[in-house]
C-alpha cells in the first residue's frame, strides 16, 4: 500500500512565477490536508479537503494560494506569483475519515529566489 | 486558536540518558497525537492518546497523557543515536462545521552524542 505521494521533492522558482504542489494520498483515504514548515518551526495548518470539496482553508493566506482535490487525480496546492517568504516545506497529509490519523508525505521543499 | 507549548524547544543527551518532552494546553484536549521527524524528513506518526491519565509503551518511548487532558510527555529511556530528529505533539482542532485539524506544537529537536 503506497505512502501519500507528494511531487516534486524539490522545487524551485523565482519570484513572481507559480508553484504547483501535488499530492496523492493513500490507497483508500479520502481527507487530504496541506500544511506549511517554516526552518526550525512546526508545521502551520492550511487546508483540508475531501474530494471536490474544500473542507476548512482557515490557513490559507488570503490571495495567492489556492487547493483543490477533484474527483480524478491528485490534489494540488498551487501558488500564484510566489514571494521569497514563500520558500518553506509544504507537507500534505491523508487520512482515512474525520478523525484517523493523519500520514504524512515526504513533502515538497520549495525555494524562491 | 488552539495552541499548544511544547518544551524543551532544543535537547542535547549523551548516549545512554534519558529524554523527556512535554506538550501543555490551557484547555482540555480530546486526544493527543505525537510524531517524529528526522532531519530533512517528514512527519512519521508515533502514538494517539485519548483517554485520562493513559500511558503507552513503544519499547524504550513512554507517552502519557494527563489526568485532566492537559498535558503530556514522550519520555525515551536510554537513548541512542537513531532517536535523533524532532518530536512534535499534536492536537486535533475543531475547525469550521465539524471538521478536525491537527496544530502542531514547535517541537522538541533531540540531538544526541555518540
Known amino acids: 500500500n503506497a505512502g501519500v505521494m507528494q511531487n516534486p521533492r524539490h522545487l524551485v522558482r523565482r519570484r513572481g512565477q507559480e508553484a504547483r504542489l501535488r499530492c496523492s494520498p493513500m490507497?483508500?483515504?479520502?481527507?487530504v490536508y496541506w500544511y506549511r514548515q517554516l526552518p526550525e518551526e512546526g508545521l502551520k495548518f492550511m487546508v483540508y479537503l475531501q474530494k471536490e470539496n474544500i473542507i476548512d482553508e482557515s490557513g490559507m493566506p488570503k490571495e495567492r494560494f489556492s487547493a483543490e482535490f477533484p474527483k480524478e487525480g491528485p490534489s494540488i496546492l498551487r501558488i500564484q506569483q510566489v514571494v521569497r517568504g514563500d520558500s518553506a516545506a509544504y507537507f500534505c497529509?491523508?487520512?482515512?475519515?474525520?478523525?484517523?490519523?493523519?500520514?504524512f508525505g515526504a513533502g515538497t521543499r520549495l525555494s524562491v529566489l | 486558536g488552539q495552541q499548544v507549548m511544547q518544551i524543551p524547544q532544543y535537547q542535547h543527551v549523551q548516549e545512554g540518558e534519558d529524554f523527556t518532552t512535554y506538550c501543555n494546553s490551557s484547555t482540555t484536549l480530546s486526544n493527543i497525537q505525537w510524531y517524529k521527524q528526522r532531519p530533512g524528513g517528514h512527519p512519521v506518526f508515533l502514538i494517539q492518546?485519548?483517554?485520562?491519565?493513559e500511558v503507552k509503551k513503544q519499547k524504550r518511548l513512554t507517552f502519557q497523557f494527563g489526568e485532566a487532558k492537559k498535558n503530556s510527555s514522550l519520555h525515551i529511556t536510554a537513548t541512542q543515536t537513531t532517536d535523533v530528529g524532532t518530536y512534535f505533539c499534536?492536537?486535533?482542532?475543531?475547525?469550521?462545521?465539524?471538521?478536525?485539524?491537527?496544530?502542531f506544537g514547535k517541537g522538541t529537536l533531540l540531538t544526541v552524542n555518540p
Open positions: 497529509a491523508s487520512s482515512e475519515g474525520l478523525h484517523h490519523i493523519q500520514y
Open positions: 492518546l485519548v483517554k485520562s491519565g
Open positions: 490507497k483508500g483515504h479520502s481527507h
Open positions: 499534536a492536537v486535533s482542532t475543531r475547525g469550521g462545521g465539524s471538521n478536525y485539524k491537527l496544530t
